[in-house]
């Protein structure tokens, strides 16, 4: 365990790649599920982040409660952008707010993260229909379509191998609209400045599996 007290620079975020950026993710996650988190001097952070930041990596994920991003991969203040809508999935708002993270502020890894039991996923699953919700949902519906032809039995939140499926399809789905919508992110992918990858954080045990 260490304790942290300097924030990313410059400097410090030339030298990533986006393997070890990812790398970096992982072995913080290792230590959130043994219980090793390292001790961090918030106040340090604070200060030294008011005229900047740095980030090594942007990551989508899901608004649930219980996925506390920068936590389940211990990582501090100044460390990752952080998007956030029920369900995972990228929009024209998320896309600039990606491209903005790696093209512009430096960022080095996309990580799409979904998570194991994604209430929004079963609600696609069920064909949830309720005001805005409604057309949230549609955006996951081509996983739960993907999903129905590969997975036996009822294509509902009833069959938890369907939902599994459906959160990692959604998951892959993403990551390829991404690049897909993004020119400039699928050619900073191409040039081998960032990394696309997804993600399942297991609800059950605290890791995340990468797809």
Known sequence: MAHISNAIDKKAQDVLTPSGVLKDLLDGNNRFVSNNLNSTDNQALVSQTTSGQFPKAVILSCIDSRVPVEIVFDQVIGDVFVARVAGNFENTDI???????????????????????CGAVKAACDGVEL??????LDNIMPAVHKSSDEVEGE?????????????????????????????????????????????????????????
Request: glycine fraction near 10%; hydrophobic fraction near 40%.
């Open 95 to 117: 896309l600039g707010s990606m491209e903005y993270s790696c093209k512009v502020a430096g960022s080095k890894l996309v990580l799409v993260l979904g998570h194991e039991s």
């Open 131 to 136: 005001g805005n919700i409604t057309a949230m």
């Open 155 to 211: 294509a509902n939140s009833s069959n938890k191998d369907f939902v599994a499926a459906t959160v990692a399809n959604n998951v892959r789905l993403t990551m390829d609209r991404i690049r897909e919508k993004s020119p400039i992110l699928k050619e900073m992918e191409e040039q081998g400045d960032i990394k696309i990858v997804g993600g399942v954080y297991m609800l059950s045990t605290g890791k995340v599996e990468m797809l």
